[in-house]
Structure formats: structure tokens, C-alpha cells
């Protein structure tokens, strides 16, 4: 797995995680949001899919989730 396409999906998701809804249409949609930012910077598909684990979609989905939690955690 490549360390650079990792850090590039942890800090997509930190700059734009907290204006997106979680649902599995939000979630398709910015999986392939990230690809085309990845492959500006060099990244391939399978490097993304390898560094989410296997699964681009669920990953997003599961940290939409994530920050939604915090989000709601924060505000308690």
C-alpha cells in the first residue's frame, strides 16, 4: 500500500468530510471525487482502493459516519 495515497485519503476527508451528509449516494459521489483529486497528484485508483482497504465507497461511508458521530459528540 502506498503511504502517500493513505495520507492523501485521511486528509481529503479531514478538508471536506464536515460539509457532506452521511448517505451512500454522498458517499459514491466523493469516492470518485477522491479519484480524480488522486490522479492530479499521481495517485492511482488501485493505490486509493488499497490504502480504503479494498472498498473506496464503504471507507467513505464509514467515515462519514465517523464525523457525523464527532459531530454529534461535540455538540453534547
Known amino acids: ?5 493513505f495520507d492523501f485519503l485521511q486528509s481529503w476527508i479531514v478538508e471536506n468530510a464536515n460539509a457532506m451528509n452521511e448517505d ?3 458517499a459514491e459521489h466523493l469516492a470518485n471525487d477522491w479519484v480524480w483529486e488522486a490522479k492530479t497528484r ?3 485508483k488501485e493505490d486509493l482502493i488499497d490504502a480504503a482497504g479494498g472498498n ?3 471507507y467513505m461511508l ?4 465517523r464525523a457525523v458521530d464527532h459531530r454529534v459528540e461535540d455538540r453534547h
Open 42 to 44: 499521481g495517485i492511482t
Open 56 to 58: 473506496l465507497n464503504a
Open 62 to 65: 464509514a467515515e462519514l459516519n
Open 1 to 5: 500500500m502506498s503511504d502517500y495515497a
Open 24 to 26: 451512500k449516494d454522498t
